[in-house]
């Protein structure tokens, strides 16, 4: 295969040291890629040279006390880290019940806030409308219709097993994914 003038710079772009062989043919023959890559070689090299440079270690140091809040201590010449200690466990617990209390104290007094916000607005009243709706709703037909009564049994003796059904679905999937394992307790009674 042979290449052009264009490939050989795209590949002298992302690869400017490559070794292929019909790279350096080209760029023996053609006086126009030898001068790119001339250029991006002198370009690749000042760049790799200005991204790499060396941190002072005692910047590092500084830097790695800030981030441990650790304070250093000079021996021998070495900067050491004086580990900072741990908090007691009471204290810890103590924090975590306060925590606990205080979103407990802005729950309530958030429930409080809503609940008197709801009233204001009318919600309950409209909740138990809502609630009542369908037994009133079932009262009305069954006065038009008497014959509804008898279809609203049959549809209500339906529902009901339909939920029996339901319920052993359901408990047929939990006991179908328990894989009981014999405890390590029983095992040790047993041997004894």
Known sequence: MTMNCDMIRDELA??????????????????????????????????????????????????????????????????????????????????YVLTAMAVAVSLMVAWQLVGALLVQAGVPDVWTWLWNAPSQAMQALVQALPQAREVLAVALDVRDKLLWLLLAAVLWAAFDKWSPSPSPQIGRQQRA
């Not at 019909?22 to 200005?50: F, G, I």
């Open 14 to 95: 992302t690869n400017p040291t490559t070794d292929d062989a019909a790279v350096q043919n080209h760029l023996q023959q053609c006086p126009a890629c030898e001068a790119y890559r001339r250029t991006h070689a002198s370009l690749d090299v000042v760049l790799r040279t200005e991204m790499r440079w060396e941190v002072p270690a005692a910047l590092t140091a500084s830097l790695l006390a800030i981030a441990a809040t650790a304070p250093l201590v000079e021996t021998a010449g070495q900067s050491l880290f004086v580990p900072r200690p741990r908090l007691k466990g009471w204290y810890v617990t103590l924090v």
